[in-house]
């Protein structure tokens, strides 16, 4: 029945927004952020890892986990769920994650909230570096990557919003730009607990929108959306979307 409502609130729309967290990700094989996948960096908390503050006190331990996560993304392939969406003519996709399924996927409006990991730059001067995947097998630290500016004494970061820093501007005020304006959000893999990102739902619904969340968990979104489906993304969404 909610399955068949969704799908029906989706066919109808104009305008969707997808807002998609880690467990877009999952059946791609790619860790959730807060999941429990055994790896070498498994005693840290992802959220202590994160940081601009674990980059400055062991930098090589972080930059060990980036390049380990950085050839997981490399190693992935985008799922029925992220095909689906991108052949949906009038969806936007709004993420939280730092791999490039969707984009890969063939989406061409994804709006990267916490940035992409592959976009490497400078962490003193800015400058894009480009650094491949790892070929040789990981360990718990790695050999930073010097930024190819002579005068510069900084080494390569990911390209991601660590907990602490700001959001890229132009990309939070589009999204929520677009979440005030669609007709039906999908709020696909996402825990709900990481702000800002987490008051988009709140801020579609408050503006109209029909609210559905897919996750196989229920989560602090899950009173406030219209239509919860206990699903994985992989199984539900080519079912609601195509
Ligand atoms: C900011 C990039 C201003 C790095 C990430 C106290 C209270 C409230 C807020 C705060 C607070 N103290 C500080 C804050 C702000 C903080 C925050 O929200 N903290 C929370 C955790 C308490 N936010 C920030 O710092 C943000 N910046 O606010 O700037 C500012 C400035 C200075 C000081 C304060 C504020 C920056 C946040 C961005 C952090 N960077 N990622 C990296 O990836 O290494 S966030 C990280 O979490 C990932 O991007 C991830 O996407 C994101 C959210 O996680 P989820 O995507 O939801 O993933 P998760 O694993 O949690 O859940 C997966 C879900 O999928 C689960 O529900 C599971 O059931 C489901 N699932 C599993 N399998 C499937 C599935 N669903 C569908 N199908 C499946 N098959
Ligand atoms: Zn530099």
New binding site residues.
Partial sequence: MTAELASERIQQAERIVVL?????S??SGIA????TEESLWSRWD??Q??TPEAWSAHPQTVWGW?RY?HAGIQAAAPHAGHLVLASHDNCEIIT???DDLHERAGSTTVTH???R?DAFRCHLCHRPISVAPPQQPLSLTADLTKCPQPSCAGYAR?G????????PTDAWEHAVQSASTCDVAVI???????????SLPGIAADHGAFTIE????R?PLTPQVDLYLC????DIVPQLFS
Wanted: zero cysteines; charged letters at 10%.
């Fill in positions: 998609t967290g880690a467990g877009m999952a059946e959730t952020f807060r999941g992802p959220q890892l994160a980036y996560r939280q994650n730092v909230l916490h940035g990991l990911p991601v919003v660590w907990f602490g820093e700001n959001l696909i893999g996402t825990s709900g607990l990481v702000y800002p990102a987490a897919i996750n196989p968990e989560t699903a994985a993304a992989a």
